[in-house]
């Protein structure tokens, strides 16, 4: 553990002195790590939100415009979001002489962010490009099958609700640091 950071006792809160290089860099990376998350879970909300004002339309061409712009944003802020997330959060953690794998908070946060990734690119993704060429092809054709488009939208809205409810559950163990078992 770096000399400049100590802890109090319960591995939860870091202490330092104020003018420290090492509390700077600490603070900057847990700024750095807590601005992607907001940049990322706000992306994901904006995405479910923007998706569902689409289906209420029910005009496949506007639908398969907001797929675009989801697919942008994914590309633009979510998965940039990730990689600095993990980055800044791990680095932060060493910093701060946290074991990432030996504080229970931090331990369930990556358990849940992963988690958060992999029903993402199992599921969201998959049945983000089948809706949205559906999507395509009714708005190019004039012919849409709404019913099958609607059974899929469900699953994409449950599995998106799974992919940003475990992040968002990940950043309530970061900010109460409950007590929980950690390896």
């Known amino acids: 553990m770096n000399d400049a950071l100590r802890h109090d006792g319960d591995a939860h809160t ?6 420290s290089v090492a509390n700077m860099n600490y603070l900057l990376l847990k700024l750095v790590h807590i601005v992607a998350v907001v940049l990322f879970l706000g992306n ?9 004002r689409a289906d209420r339309s029910r ?22 979001g990730v990689i600095v997330i993990i980055a800044a959060g791990i680095w932060a953690a060493i910093l701060g002489g ?21 029903v993402f690119m199992a599921r969201v993704v998959p049945l983000q490009a089948q809706l949205a060429e559906m999507a395509r092809r009714g708005a190019a054709s004039g012919e849409f099958d709404w019913p099958r ?9 449950l599995w998106g609700l799974l992919a940003l409810l ?9 900010v109460m640091k409950p007590v929980l078992p950690a390896l």
């Open 14 to 19: 870091v202490r330092t002195s104020p003018s």
């Open 44 to 52: 994901i909300t904006t995405g479910l939100f923007w998706k569902l």
């Open 59 to 80: 005009d496949p061409a506007i639908i398969a415009h907001t797929f675009a712009g989801i697919v942008r944003s994914d590309r633009w802020f979510t998965l940039p």
């Open 98 to 118: 946290l074991p990432l794998l030996g504080t229970g908070w931090i331990l369930w946060s990556i358990v849940l962010l992963s988690l958060s990734g992999l």
């Open 149 to 157: 488009y609607r059974t899929m939208s469900r699953a994409w809205e």
């Open 166 to 174: 475990t992040p968002a559950a990940a950043v309530v163990l970061m």
